[in-house]
């Protein structure tokens, strides 16, 4: 005799989401800690903002399949220093904004029918594009010559990153083809965000100087800049989002079963 696994709520098949949520950004840098340049004893802290975006699934098994998308990534680092001498402490921030086209493969657990709950799992490449640095800003402030307002702060920036994304969400089944889900998600920069190679000017502010927007007691020079260790961003983010089931699935698997008996045609009597 011959059976139909089927369950109705499988996850095998093509899926649409949205999602967006707080996270937790860094810029690191090991030479920010230890500059010959800068007496301040630099701090990096804690950054909060937002990313948010949308999925494409394809499950071409219950439990395997894989998934691209597009994500909108609030990031940056907030700074802050303790005084030195006469010079005295200050607090600085750079924020900027990347769009993010993330290629990655994913494990679901098994869902059976009149189950609710399920994990996902997935691990992938990222390409990241830098749309635009927001906001560069100090206090005290750093003196701005005339000649460099409307400055265009992402030409110290690299445009185009490569890195790695990774991530676990637990799935709630809603009803039809409705699911809601709430999910964790790490990415990390391979490559350099920030343009070493730059060309600054002599008389550029020294806040615009790598790490941008921390004020500086001696004004870096060309070489320090070329000889700064590699700028690798890290985002952690917490969200929830809202899948809908766009594409069925596989049809059910048939299985042998042995334990039954065999089927006899009249005709054969």
Request: net charge negative.
């Amino acid at each position: 005799m011959v059976l139909f696994v089927n369950s109705l709520h499988a996850q095998s098949g093509e899926f649409l989401t949205i999602w967006g949520g707080p996270q937790l950004v860094r810029m690191p840098n090991n030479d920010d800690y230890y500059s010959s340049q800068n007496l301040y004893s630099i701090t990096p802290q804690e950054t909060f903002r937002a990313g948010y975006g949308f999925d494409y699934i394809n499950n071409f098994q219950n439990t395997f399949g894989w998934q691209t998308g597009l994500t909108y990534s609030r990031e940056g680092q907030l700074y802050s220093a303790d005084s030195v001498g006469k010079d005295k402490a200050f607090t600085s921030e750079v924020l900027l904004n990347y769009i993010k086209l993330p290629f990655a493969f994913r494990f679901n657990s098994q869902f059976e029918e009149g189950e609710k709950l399920n994990l996902s799992i997935y691990i992938g490449a990222q390409l990241s594009y830098l749309t635009n640095v927001q906001t560069v800003w100090s206090n005290p402030p750093d003196t701005i010559p005339a000649k460099y307002r409307g400055f265009d702060f992402a030409n110290l920036y690299h445009r185009v990153n490569f890195g790695m994304v990774a991530g676990a969400q637990m799935n709630f089944y809603i009803k039809g083809n409705k699911w809601a889900y709430i999910g964790i998600r790490y990415d990390r920069s391979f490559t350099n965000v920030e343009k070493n190679d730059y060309l600054f000017p002599q008389d550029f502010p020294s806040s615009w100087f790598f790490p941008v927007s921390t004020l500086k007691t001696n004004k870096p020079a060309q070489g320090d800049m070329y000889a700064r260790s590699p700028t690798l961003s890290g985002v952690v983010n917490l969200h929830i989002g809202f899948m809908l089931q766009v594409g069925k699935g596989n049809p059910p698997v048939p299985i042998e079963d042995n334990d039954q008996p065999a089927r006899i045609d009249e005709n054969e009597q």
